[in-house]
């Protein structure tokens, strides 16, 4: 009987340590389920937080906008104009004008106030604010504290550049305003129309009849208004007059000059690099073949070779620093009197006919040389009448040679015969430079194409000597400006291949191509 008892009692403690087991897993089942149920709680809480904080900061990013009516509602999105409210005459209200921004509906009397409300509304340091705000709205006190600080330290930062720049302008603009007073009243009125001393306007002046200047700005309309009082042209007077309005000179106004003044300086410094090449070009161009037609002088009279010729040099004696200096004076000079700036370009074309003034003087020397020599050795009268022909063909005229040797001297016309003679030969046009110096006698086709070939080398470097036109000019003139080079060039190519042709032929084999 006891076995069936204790296994009765046996299978229920079993049977309640299972139930046992079972509720607690159902338990810590319930357990688990809740905690995901409350992380996904959090995860939503944070995931809507941060949506809100994006949203936040969207808004205080947004720009804001000038809308005309009166104040509206914004609780359903966009502002709209309110209804008539009950007792109205349907009469048109005053014009309103509204900043509408997110959160933020004020109303104006005026546009212009609207509109200076917005400019203020997008201030980077009102836009900070607002960014500052939001983090504290969404609880990131830290962060919020992070954008305060770098916010002050970019304005630390940007007020250290500031004085710095002013520094360096306010240095800058002492030295230049003490070179300008030492120029007297012409210096310190150009100074000051650069820099916008006066407000950004033109300065000029007038001198009395006793001397003294009277400063004036003029307006846009041209009218004058006078700067204080006639005073003496002088440093200390002059100083006296600017120093007033010297502490309220534009940073930015000064900066723009500066800015302007160093792309002038860039442009002429281009212009005189390709003005000094090109004149290296042309000279290398005159020495070669001044070298190649003394070659064909000295084997046209049976000389053995060039060897002996020297090359002639056109520009002797000439000093390329002091005629650049002697160009900038009289341009400067010239723009003074004529109340115009400084033109680099025109100073170019000065300095280019002080060149071109002493290579005549110099061509003309070495042509009366080159036929004093040949007269010197001609002795018998076969030999005065080779070089009389060669000198006139050359383009010398009897009275020229006669007075280099009064052996070539015209002989006087008997006075019977000055009334029959009416028809006297017109005199011969003069031959290239290189042919006249040299008296090679070359055929007149080449001494026809060497004027033509003069001609267009001439050309093209006036032409590549002139500025160019810049972006302002658009694109037609700067194309224009192409088509003429292109056009000078082949002119060049073509009285190049003409002179070579007419040349003789060894001329032409050592002159070779004139452009590579």
Do not use: C
Request: aromatic letters at 6%; hydrophobic letters at 40%.
């Amino acid at each position: 009987m006891a076995s069936p008892i204790i296994a009765f009692l046996a299978g229920a403690g079993t049977g309640y340590l299972k139930q046992r087991e079972v509720e607690d897993q159902r338990k810590r089942d319930d357990e688990d389920q809740q905690f995901k149920r409350d992380q996904r709680e959090v995860w939503r809480k944070q995931q809507s937080e941060a949506d809100s904080l994006n949203q936040s900061l969207k808004q205080a990013q947004a720009p804001a906008e000038v809308v005309e009516g009166p104040l509206g509602d914004q609780s359903a999105g966009p502002p709209v104009p309110m209804a008539l409210s009950q007792g109205s005459t349907g009469a048109p209200a005053a014009p309103t004008f509204r900043m509408v921004a997110p959160g933020v509906n004020k109303s104006f009397s005026t546009a212009a106030e609207a509109q200076q409300a917005v400019a203020d509304y997008a201030k980077p340091e009102a836009m900070n604010q607002r960014v500052v705000a939001a983090y504290r709205g969404a609880g990131l006190v830290d962060k919020a504290l992070e954008v305060e600080r770098n916010v002050k330290q970019g304005q630390f930062a940007d007020l250290q550049f500031n004085e710095a720049q002013k520094a360096a302008v306010a240095k800058d603009a002492d030295s230049r305003l003490r070179a300008a007073l030492g120029g007297g009243a012409q210096g310190l009125s150009s100074f000051a129309s650069e820099s916008g001393l006066f407000g950004g306007a033109k300065v000029g002046f007038d001198t009395g009849k006793d001397g003294k200047v009277q400063f004036y700005t003029l307006g846009a309309d041209g009218a004058k208004a006078l700067l204080g009082q006639p005073v003496d042209n002088t440093q200390e007077a002059l100083t006296a007059l600017v120093s007033p309005h010297w502490k309220s000179l534009d940073t930015s106004h000064y900066l723009d000059m500066l800015h302007r003044n160093a792309q002038a300086q860039r442009a002429q410094a281009n212009d005189d690099r390709n003005y000094a090449l090109n004149e290296r070009r042309l000279n290398a161009d005159i020495s070669h073949r001044s070298q190649q037609l003394a070659i064909a002088a000295g084997r046209a009279s049976g000389k053995a070779g060039g060897a002996e010729a020297a090359p002639f040099d056109f520009l002797s004696d000439f000093d390329p620093k002091q005629a650049r200096k002697q160009a900038m004076d009289i341009e400067a000079a010239k723009a003074e009197a004529e109340g115009r700036a400084f033109s680099g370009a025109n100073a170019q074309k000065i300095y280019a006919g002080l060149r071109d003034a002493a290579a005549g003087d110099n061509v003309s020397r070495e042509r009366a040389r080159v036929f004093g020599d040949a007269a010197r050795k001609a002795k018998s009268p076969e030999d005065l009448q080779a070089v009389r022909e060669r000198a006139l063909q050359s383009g010398f005229t009897e009275e020229e040679m006669g007075r280099i040797d009064q052996r070539f001297a015209p002989a006087p016309a008997p006075k019977q015969a000055a009334a029959a003679n009416t028809n006297q030969a017109p005199k011969k046009a003069s031959a290239p430079v290189i042919a006249e110096q040299i008296g090679s006698g070359l055929p007149p086709a080449a001494e026809a194409a060497g004027v033509r070939l003069d001609k267009a080398r001439a050309d093209l470097a006036q032409l590549r000597a002139s500025r160019p036109p810049g972006l302002k000019d658009g694109n037609a003139a700067r194309d224009a400006f192409a088509r003429q080079i292109k056009a000078a060039e082949d002119e060049l190519d073509a009285a190049d291949a003409a002179y070579q042709g007419a040349a003789s032929p060894f001329v032409a084999a050592a002159y070779g191509t004139r452009r590579k």
